[in-house]
């Protein structure tokens, strides 16, 4: 996988169908990891849940929280508020990528979830493989600096969430994208 930028204004849109698809499989306190501009935690917040949306870009974070969101501006390696009691840890928009070792990731994830919690997380279309490079987030005239990155395909989950603890429970693909539901093995 070729080094490449994520624009997180791609993420500054309104919550689409998919998007609705994946926030109706969160169920109770929702950590939204790599929430951008916090599309999905301010519209999980206006469904009435608890949710914190953490991002690495500062900009980012401070438009979810104009957008009506909890947000700081975390990495998920860090230690991070209410460890071990989230019901739900949200990846969308591609962000089970983050740090470029989606097992590891995964598996970090999993501390972060209550014993009854899951991921839901969107995934690559079917024959994406599982890749690894470089990326650079971009908000506006931010940048990171290049970071580990992946993508998952829908092909590949079962194996990377069994060797990070955690079973398959549900994929779904809406409006061409797809994501799964995760829970401990």
Avoid at 32 to 60: K, N, S, T, W, Y
Avoid at 142 to 152: L, Q
Wanted: charge should be negative; proline fraction near 5%.
């Amino acid at each position: 996988m070729s080094a490449h930028v994520l624009d997180l204004e791609d993420w500054d849109r309104p919550v689409d169908a998919p998007d609705r698809a994946f926030l109706d499989r969160c169920v109770g306190p929702t950590l939204d990891v790599g929430c951008g501009p916090g599309r999905l935690a301010a519209a999980l917040a206006e469904r009435g849940h608890v949710v914190l949306g953490i991002d690495v870009l500062g900009r980012a974070v401070g438009t979810a929280v104009r957008r009506g969101a909890s947000a700081l501006r975390r990495d998920v390696f860090e230690r991070l508020p209410g460890e071990g009691r989230w019901s739900t840890v949200l990846l969308a928009d591609g962000n089970v990528g983050i740090g470029g070792d989606p097992v590891a990731l995964l598996r970090r994830l999993r501390e972060l979830l209550s014993a009854d919690g899951r991921v839901v997380a969107e995934l690559g279309p079917p024959g994406a493989g599982l890749r690894t490079g470089w990326a650079t987030l971009r908000w506006g005239v931010d940048a990171s600096d290049p970071v580990r990155w992946a993508v998952v395909g829908v092909d590949d989950i079962d194996q990377v969430a069994l060797d990070a603890g955690l079973l398959v429970g549900d994929v779904v693909e809406v409006g061409g994208r797809w994501c799964a539901v995760m829970e401990r093995a």
